[in-house]
């Protein structure tokens, strides 16, 4: 029974979270998305590598939720991604992350803003700044950072999980700091093409 839990609670969580989308009047599109993120290696070597699968929504009344499924982590390199699961996100027990903002006050409006966003992220939840710019285009609204999102890894627990993977990797060090950028592509729901959570 105590190796299924794991399995039992991301069902349950994986559920709730394609609820909450389909109540959503705009759903991420997947394949026209994209969220990137930057590890420093060596004191200057950085690498970018990306999610492969997101999911989320956006409601008429503002309120939008991103969610990434952290065993999707791609940075092309099959070994570094296992032990990315593995080592630092500890996907068994953290199988998604996830991001939420309320645009109520301000609307789902074209144009810059500076929006404070929640990400819960290894069982640790803080609340970010990010400035983003949200364009419409018909039956599409794109949600673009401005500017890179710098996280800072000890933040969410995750400092021991990257001495981990340097002291596999034999490296001298790598940064706490990861910068994030993100393309979001999100269909009006009545017209979508598109699965809700296409992988």
Known sequence: MQHALPFICNTVLSFALLSGTA?????????????????????????????????GGITKAGQGSL???LASVSTNIDLRDQRMREQLFDTKKFAMASVSVDLSKTG??????????????????????????????GNIVQVTSVAPIVLNAADFDLAAGLTALREIAGLT???????????????????????????
């Open 67 to 69: 969610n990434i499924d």
């Open 23 to 55: 109540m959503a009047d705009w759903v991420l599109n997947n394949q026209q998305s994209a969220l990137y993120f930057v590890s420093i290696k060596k004191d200057h070597i950085a690498e970018t590598h990306t999610f492969k699968t997101l999911s």
């Open 173 to 199: 060090s790598i940064s706490n700091a990861v910068p994030v950028t993100f393309f979001l592509s999100f269909v009006k729901q009545a017209e979508a093409n598109v699965p809700p959570n296409p992988a």
């Open 108 to 137: 789902v409006k074209p144009g810059i803003q500076t929006v404070n966003v929640t990400l819960d992220l290894h069982g640790v939840k803080k609340e970010i700044p990010a400035t983003v710019a949200i364009t419409e285009v």
